[in-house]
């Protein structure tokens, strides 16, 4: 920038060429800085998502990108690299890309940026401490973006869902659960192609409204009807009793975050 005062004498184009030329230089600088810092959290935050760092090692990297206290990892899907770096600016984060899921990870604040932008499909998990792993953090952030799509919000985090917080965090427990509950009604699917579970899921995700729930699967009320019991006579639970309700709504839970009905 050129600042004019009185008494100053003109300078000529010459040095507004040179006043460019650094400008230029500077800002080149900059980029370069920044490419180098987004490749580097590219490398860190795949290393964290692999369990390869030691907690304090993972702590001093997420530091020098100035990521401080807890963060929370986003799975975002519908939109570009560049539209995600665009919306953040300056705001700290690792930004790694896996097909086409953008993996995020920064603060919980950023789940409002993420969710602004058109067409944008994303989840994100629980905050974590730094240096912590984030295997746990990267099922829940798969399974609310799969919740995300499924109900055509823009965004949902891990911990608006106040029944899957209570599921364990351990994938041997999780599936037990599935097989005892959801077990024929899977393979049911699987042998027949077959919808019986996502048909139940939809139903349950609506408050029971069978005709709501029957428009957003595209199908029949009746089909619904006969859908939820077929479910019934296969897993031997009535969804009309509070008990088996519970359980296999959280049985549904458990296998959306193991990712069983993507």
């Known amino acids: 920038i050129a600042m004019a005062h009185d008494g100053a004498r003109p300078a000529g184009l010459a040095v507004v060429q040179h006043i460019a030329t650094v400008a230029a230089l500077q800002l080149a600088m900059v980029r370069t800085e920044r490419e180098t810092l987004r490749r580097e959290g590219t490398e860190i935050l795949a290393e964290l ?6 907690p304090a090692v993972a702590k001093r990297h997420l530091l020098r990108h100035s ?3 807890e963060a929370a ?17 300056d705001e700290p984060c690792l930004l790694l890309n896996r097909g086409d899921d953008r993996y995020l990870f920064g603060s919980p604040r950023l789940g409002d940026t993420i969710a602004a932008l058109p067409g944008v499909t994303a989840g994100m998990s629980r905050p974590v401490r730094p240096g912590a792993s984030l295997r746990v953090a990267q099922r829940e952030a ?20 106040a029944t899957g ?9 999780l599936s037990a659960l599935v097989d005892h509950v959801l077990g024929d009604a899977l393979r049911y ?12 899921r939809t139903w349950m ?9 029957a428009t957003a699967l595209h199908i ?10 077929r479910f019934s006579e296969l897993t031997g639970r009535d969804l009309s009793a509070t008990a088996s309700f519970a359980e296999v709504w959280l049985a549904i839970r458990a296998a959306g975050q193991l990712g069983l009905l993507d």
């Open 142 to 161: 798969l399974w609310a973006a799969s919740h995300a799509a499924a109900s055509g919000r823009p965004l949902v985090r891990y911990s608006d869902d």
């Open 67 to 69: 990521i401080k206290g």
């Open 189 to 200: 699917d699987s042998s027949h192609g077959s919808r019986l579970l996502p048909s139940v």
């Open 73 to 89: 990892l986003a799975v975002v899907r519908g939109v570009t690299q560049q539209a995600v770096l665009e919306a953040l600016h």
């Open 165 to 173: 917080r209570w599921l364990p965090d351990d994938p041997a427990a």
């Open 205 to 213: 995700e609506r408050d029971r409204r069978t005709d709501e729930a």
């Open 220 to 229: 029949h009320p009746n089909t619904l009807s006969y859908r939820l019991r």
């Open 49 to 54: 998502l692999q369990d390869a760092l030691d």
